[in-house]
């Protein structure tokens, strides 16, 4: 492991105890349900990071897999089932769900592989809201009862989980094999990396943090239709913030979410109809001029800095040549 990995993890585990620290100096219900919100759409454009970003599968059926999480938590959760095991059996439905429509997914490539997991992602929207028309509320028990501490506890917990567990990924011997089916696939087979089990790893791992994403939601949330997640919007707000911040690294998606979360909110608030757009330009000019997402403005200013900083030595070097070839090296008509 390099320093730059054990910086990023001490790094990453300090901001997570300065931010466990939020609850206990602040009252504002305003800034804690903000704070898990972000934490949502960082687990949601980490998770989809995994196989749109590292493994180079545009998956626009996102939503599938957090709606699934969702409902199964949330179902289990008021039925009087122990919360662990309504989060675990809801990240667990979803991966089932992935193993599932994944091999018949892959056949199909590009574009239509987005596609198709878009229509599977709506005919499960249809579906549920056909199925689940009505809001989901808490019992009247947990409503006296509910408090945004522990919510925002197990949001931040499974955060920091999602980020750790994509940083272990992207350095692991599977994460490099998405990375050369990603690149090129027929290459890849070629040195014996099977491009099907490594789409499908990938596709699992993504539904499994989308699925305890929608888990946490599902917690989190006092009333709902359970048909919501499923919504289209989900998988968009996830593929935005990912390529916002910069797909196929660990740290974009964590800020492209913070970053599309802030604004949106801040347009939400102030351009009530037209924040859509706004996104959607915003989302176009990112995809044709930073293609690496936000994260690459500070890969340029950091090749900037050492391009000068190595570029100041040499040139003081070249001002003090000419006076050493003035006294050692006099022609010899001299």
Known sequence: MSRRDIAFIISTLIAAAALAVVPTITTKESVINLLVLVYIYVMMASSWNIIGGIAGQVNLGHAAFFGLGSLVSRILWTKGWPLSISLILGALVPVAFALLIGAPSFKLRGVYFAIGTLAMAQILF??????????????????????????????????????????????????????????????????????LQHKLLALCLSALFAGLAGGVFAYYSAGYYLFFPFFPTWTFDAVMATYIGGTGTVIGPIIGAVFYVLVKEILALRFVELHPFIFGTLFILVVLFLPGGMIQIWSRLRRLLVRKSTLAPSAAKEEQVPETNMVHDRPAVE
Do not use: H, K
């Not at 197990?154 to 990603?182: P, Q």
């Open 126 to 195: 249809i579906t549920t809201r056909n199925l689940f028309p009505m809001i989901s509320s808490l019992p009247t028990e947990a409503l006296s009862t509910y408090s945004l501490a522990p919510r925002y506890y197990m949001a931040l917990g499974m955060t920091l989980l999602t980020v750790l567990v994509v940083f272990w990924l992207s350095r692991s011997r599977w994460g490099l094999g998405m990375v050369a089916v990603r690149e090129e696939t027929s290459a890849a087979e070629s040195l014996g990396v099977s491009a």
